[in-house]
């Protein structure tokens, strides 16, 4: 089982344990026409030790299905479905990893979501990722940051505040507009860029190296107070005064 508690200690220990996954789709904010539930336009997969990625992508199928660009659109239910056919059954060799995630926590935009569109198209049950093997990315964060890590929208904004906003990432909303316009290969970019800074982010986290919106030391304290030698330290404090104390608490960081 995996934990937001440790997940950046064995990120540093046990990389080939992680995965990366983002995906977009066709709309998460207005009804979409004739349907019950967005399409899936992307879905990419990174592995954190080697930054290897699998990329499971609309456009890049519909060319090996032979499927010239202006039928796509009238092909999309045979493309989505051989494309989420082919994630879960890359899914299943590697239900043993951590799946680290952005908020894909419901049907909405999520796991979930994955598993309810391969269900529609593929009329079987898919294979799951164990829940207990999916971790949050922004749990993560909240967890060592604290809630207060980067303002609304936390993605895009701790991108600004660790640098600047990669060309390629597109906003959920800029993602809808992307759709309607068929511009299939720009979606795909950026949910690669997205995984991307996902790594990079949980890489400099790893290393506490990050640069984060919130006040992050009375978090680390928080944190640190935890541990059974903080716990030590904490009698110590007692035992010999607080200066003392506050010294050796300040040595675990």
């Known amino acids: 089982m995996y934990h ?25 904010f207005d009804e979409v026409e004739n349907a019950y539930s967005p399409r899936i336009t992307s879905i990419v997969v ?15 199928i519909a060319e090996e299905l032979d499927i010239p660009r202006e039928n796509v659109e009238e092909e999309y239910d045979q493309i989505e479905k051989a494309l989420l056919e082919r994630f879960f059954g890359f899914a299943q ?9 952005w908020n894909m926590r419901n049907t909405v935009f999520g796991f979930e979501h994955l598993e309810h569109r391969f269900r529609v198209l593929v009329k079987k049950e898919p294979p799951t990722i164990p829940f207990d093997n999916r971790v949050n990315v922004s749990d993560i964060l909240k967890y060592n940051y604290g809630p207060d890590y980067a303002p609304d929208p936390r993605m895009l904004k701790l991108m600004e505040i660790n640098g600047t906003r990669d060309p390629r990432f597109l906003t959920g909303e800029e993602e809808a507009s992307a759709f309607g316009r068929k511009e299939f290969i720009r979606m795909n970019s950026s949910t690669i860029s997205k995984v991307e800074f996902f790594r990079y982010v949980l890489e400099r986290a790893s290393k506490g190296k990050l640069k984060t919106a919130g ?3 009375p978090v680390r304290m928080d944190r640190a107070l935890e541990s059974r030698p903080a716990r030590v330290v904490a009698f110590i404090s007692a035992m010999i005064g607080i200066p003392a104390g506050l010294f050796a608490l300040f040595s675990l960081f």
């Not at 200690?9 to 080939?16: F, H, V």
């Not at 290897?52 to 992508?57: A, G, I």
């Not at 060799?93 to 995630?101: A, E, G, R, S, V």
């Open 4 to 28: 937001i508690k440790n997940t950046l200690k064995l990120l540093r220990s046990k990389p080939s344990t992680y995965l990366i996954i983002h995906y977009s789709s066709q709309s998460l």
């Open 46 to 60: 990174m592995f954190f030790e080697n930054r290897q990625t699998t990329n499971f992508s609309l456009h890049a």
């Open 93 to 101: 060799n590697h239900f043993d990893k951590c799946w680290l995630h």
């Open 215 to 217: 006040r992050s030391l």
